[in-house]
């Protein structure tokens, strides 16, 4: 029972350091203590618990699985003591903190970096550390606040909120639509295909009116930024899919067309995702608060 322990809300933030940190050595140094102490500390939570929390060796750590379990409700306790701390300080004070987040790279730049360098202007004293990368980083192992993730979410315990939608588009170059001149989505399943594993698929299902076509495709490319596979359809050798905030500026200024525009690809969602824990801190409220009024967002 809790009531018979003797609950210690520091020993909690030790643990917490510990599995963020990855080994007692870098948690003591970010709780400016000894590692004698973290050690110590470690020990008489788990003698208290009477279970083991981490496994650990010389060379690696990493939490059991009632370890990782008490490691989401440690730091949802400390985020809600952290917040209960906030609600008071904060009242007479300018919203201000730290929002780690990460996005995808062409979603970070068109549209992400227009809205914080916005957000910034109104709410000076939150700070914002946006880290981007079209690999899906995993928001608890990175301890990032936010993660804006396009496309369709696998299931897990992360909580997301959907901001906005997307269409997939068949795009290349002129050159390579005047070279193969496709009429119907069966003539992509021998073209030359460079794929984007940030959204992967071996196959696309194409509709028109009350026709459907699946159509297989075959790649020997494949990049993990969009960047990257853009600079390969200029060339003209191949065509992608992509979605359709990645190459706006690009069938604008004509540098790509779309491929058989009469028929449509499935829409994905964007959304916004954040660990488990139940709490946010009054500044990322605030950025979602935001972000949610955004029209510029809601792609279509």
Do not use: C
């Amino acid at each position: 029972m809790i009531s018979e322990l003797r609950f210690n809300l520091n020993r909690l933030a030790y643990f917490v350091a510990i599995v963020e940190e990855k080994t007692i050595t870098a948690a003591a140094k970010r709780l400016n203590l000894s590692k004698a102490v973290v050690s110590k500390q470690l020990q008489l939570l788990e003698e208290e618990l009477g279970a083991t929390l981490l496994v650990r060796n010389t060379r690696h750590m990493h939490t059991t699985d009632v370890g990782q379990a008490f490691y989401l409700h440690s730091k949802d306790l400390l985020n809600q003591a952290r917040a209960t701390f906030e609600s008071v300080i904060e009242r007479s004070k300018e919203p201000s903190g730290v929002i780690r987040l990460t996005a995808p790279v062409d979603f970070g730049i068109n549209k992400l970096a227009p809205f914080i360098s916005e957000f910034s202007q109104r709410y000076p004293n939150i700070e914002i550390e946006a880290q981007l990368s079209d690999d899906r980083l995993d928001i608890v192992a990175h301890r990032f606040d936010l993660s804006f993730r396009i496309g369709w979410l696998e299931d897990s315990s992360n909580r997301a909120r959907k901001i906005g939608t997307f269409r997939e588009v068949a795009v290349g170059s002129t050159t390579f639509v005047d070279k193969w001149q496709p009429t119907n989505p069966s003539d992509l399943s021998k073209l030359p295909f460079v794929s984007y594993n940030g959204i992967e698929s071996s196959h696309r299902v194409f509709t028109r009116d009350s026709q459907e076509h699946d159509v297989a495709l075959n790649s020997n490319v494949t990049f993990n930024v969009t960047v990257a596979v853009k600079e390969a359809l200029y060339s003209g050798q191949h065509f992608a899919i992509l979605p359709d905030f990645t190459i706006q500026q690009d069938i604008v200024k004509g540098k790509l067309i779309e491929i058989l525009p009469d028929w449509k690809l499935k829409t994905g969602g964007i959304h916004v995702v954040s660990p488990p824990s139940r709490l946010r801190t009054r500044a990322i409220q605030i950025f979602l608060d935001e972000l949610t009024k955004q029209d510029s967002l809601m792609l279509i």
